[in-house]
C-alpha cells in the first residue's frame, strides 16, 4: 500500500478519499488492502444513522443537519446509501442539488448504490465509514431508506440512530407497527407545518410511553422543517445528549462491540463459502440447482453433499 | 417424520398448517426434517410478493386481493413479514383486525416477525412459504414492509412481485429514487380516492418510460382503494396476465432457480460458519472482538487466523 496514498487520505484531502472510497466499493484485495492500513486510524468519529420512508424528507434534512453540524465545528460526511438502483437519472438529478446545496461548505458526499449483490453493498459501506473516519471526519453520517432490513443494519453501525417520520406517516397503527421504535435514538417528524403533525407526533411519544424496554435513554420525539433549517439546532443538541448518554453507560462500546461482531461473521461466511466452491464448475452447481427446481433432491441433500466433498 | 401429519398438512388441515409454521419458525433440526418430507410436493404455489412503505394501505390491499382471488376459487394463503419487531400489542392489534376481516372466508393468514437475527427470519419465512405450497395453497400473498433490503429479498422469492405507492409518496424524486420500480411487475397506486392519485400514476408512468430495460413486459400502474375493495377485480387480472407472460417466456423457472441459488448459498454459509467456530469459546470469541476494537489487529488478521485455525 501506497503509503503518500495513506498520508493523503489521513488528511483528508478530497481526492485522495473519493479515490478510496471508489476502491472500496470495487472490492476485492485492493479494497481489503487499504482497509489494512487505514485500521489503526480509525475509531474516532461518531457515526449517526438516519432512516426513513421515502417522501419523509431525509435528504433535505441530512443537508440541514450537515450544514449545522459544520457550524458547530465538526468535520462532516454524508454517506447516502439506496440499495435500490434507479432506471434513469433520477437519482443522478436528486444527489446534483444536493452537491450544489454543500457546495463551499467543506462538506463531503458520496452517493453509495449497487445494482449487484446486497451483501457487497453492506460490506462496502461498512469499509466507507472506516475511511471516512480514518480521514479525520468527526461525524459520518449515513442516510437510508427504510422502512425494511436496511435500518436494522445501520443501526447495528450507528452509534446515534434518527428515525423519520412525516405527517400523514405516524398516525395509523401500521405505520407505528412498522415504525421500527426499538432502534431510534431520536424521532423526528420532518415537515412539521403540514396538517397532522402534532397527532403524529402524539402517536410516537404514546407508542414509547408504552414501551416495555427499560433503558434508561428516552428517545427524544422532535419536530423539524428540514427545507426551512428549522429545528436543527434542538436536533443537533440531541445527539450530543445522546454521545454523552452512551459515552457515560458505556454503550458506545458495547455498539462497536456488535458492528464488529457482525462484520466479522460475515467475512468469514463470504470467505468460508468462497474457499468451499472454488472447485465447483459452474455447470455443476448449475446441475444442483436443477434437482432442487425439479423437486427430484431437496436444498438439504445437496448442502450435505456439498459439506461432505 | 410422523407420516400422519406429512398428510395432514398435504390435505391443507388448518391446525396441522398452522403447527407446522410454528416448527419452521423455531427453526432447528426438526424444521429441517419436516421441510426435506413436504419438499418433494412443493412449486405447485404461485407467490405473490406485496411491498410498500407504511402508510400505503399494504394490509388492507392484501386482505382485500385474498378475497379477490378467494371469489375466483383459489385457495389463499398469506405470510405478513414484519422484521421490525413492535413494543407492544399495536401489531397484534392490527392483525386481530384483519383476521377479523378474514374470518369465516378460508383464507389462511400468519405473522411472522423476528426480535431475533433476521437472516433467520428469511429462512423462516422461505420454509413457510414451502409449507404452504406443499398444503395445496394456490396462491401465497407475501407481504413486507419496503422499501429496503427486505423488499428485493421477496422479489427473489415471488413469481410476481407488486410494488404499493399512494398519493403524495411517488410524485417526488426521492420516492421514485426508492421506488425500487426495477423489482415490481405491477404497480398499485393505493388510496387512489386522495388528492394527487394521478400525479404519483403519472409520475410512476413517466420513470417506467424511461426504463432503459428491456424487458417485454411493462408494468402496468394501476389504481385501487383497497378500504372500498375497488380495483381487486384489476389487479388479479394483472396477476393473471404476468403468470401467463412468465410461463410462456420460461420466466418462472428462471425466477426458482435464482430462489434456490441464493439459499443454498445461505444454508452453506450458516453450516460452513457453524462449523468452524463450533470449538471457539465464547471468551476467544470476545477476545477476538476485544483486539478489533481497540484497533490491535483488524478484522481480516482475525479472520485469517481462524480461517487458518
Not at 435514538?185 to 427499560?214: E, F, H, Y
Not at 420525539?221 to 429545528?231: D, E, F, N, R, S
Request: aromatic share 4%; net charge neutral.
Amino acid at each position: 500500500m501506497n503509503s503518500k496514498f495513506i498520508s493523503q487520505i489521513q488528511n483528508g484531502e478530497p481526492l485522495a478519499v473519493a479515490r478510496a472510497l471508489t476502491r472500496v466499493e470495487r472490492g476485492g484485495d485492493d479494497a481489503r488492502n487499504l482497509i489494512r492500513a487505514l485500521f489503526p486510524y480509525t475509531g474516532r468519529a461518531d457515526i449517526i444513522g438516519i432512516t426513513g420512508a421515502p417522501g419523509t424528507g431525509k435528504s433535505t434534512l441530512v443537508n440541514a443537519l450537515a450544514k449545522e453540524l459544520c457550524a458547530r465545528e465538526k468535520r462532516v460526511a454524508i454517506i447516502a446509501v439506496d440499495p435500490s438502483s434507479p432506471f434513469t437519472g433520477g437519482a443522478i438529478l436528486g444527489d446534483r442539488f444536493r452537491m450544489q446545496d454543500l457546495a463551499g461548505t467543506g462538506i463531503f458526499i458520496r452517493s453509495m448504490a449497487s445494482r449487484g449483490q446486497l451483501g457487497g453493498l453492506a460490506a462496502a459501506v461498512s469499509d466507507a465509514i472506516l475511511v471516512l473516519d480514518a480521514a479525520g471526519f468527526d461525524v459520518i453520517l449515513v442516510e437510508t431508506v427504510g422502512a425494511g432490513q436496511g435500518e436494522v443494519d445501520i443501526a447495528k453501525h450507528a452509534h446515534t440512530t434518527i428515525v423519520l417520520e412525516a405527517p400523514g406517516f405516524g398516525d395509523d397503527i401500521q405505520a407505528i407497527k412498522a415504525g421500527i421504535l426499538e432502534i431510534a435514538d431520536i424521532l423526528v417528524v420532518n415537515k412539521a407545518d403540514r396538517d397532522g403533525a402534532n397527532a403524529t407526533v402524539a402517536a410516537l411519544q404514546m407508542n414509547l410511553s408504552l414501551n416495555p424496554d427499560k433503558r434508561a435513554w428516552r428517545p427524544p420525539v422532535l419536530k423539524t422543517i428540514a427545507l426551512q433549517g428549522k429545528g436543527m439546532s434542538e436536533l443537533a443538541d440531541a445527539i450530543a445528549k445522546h454521545k454523552t448518554y452512551t459515552n457515560e453507560n458505556h454503550l458506545r462500546v458495547k455498539k462497536e462491540a456488535a458492528r464488529f461482531d457482525d462484520e466479522l461473521r460475515e467475512l468469514l461466511k463470504r470467505e468460508l463459502l468462497g474457499k468451499k466452491l472454488q472447485n465447483v464448475s459452474d455447470a455443476r452447481w448449475q446441475n444442483w440447482i436443477d434437482e432442487i427446481i425439479t423437486r427430484k433432491r431437496d436444498l438439504y441433500a445437496i448442502a450435505e453433499e456439498i459439506l461432505n466433498a
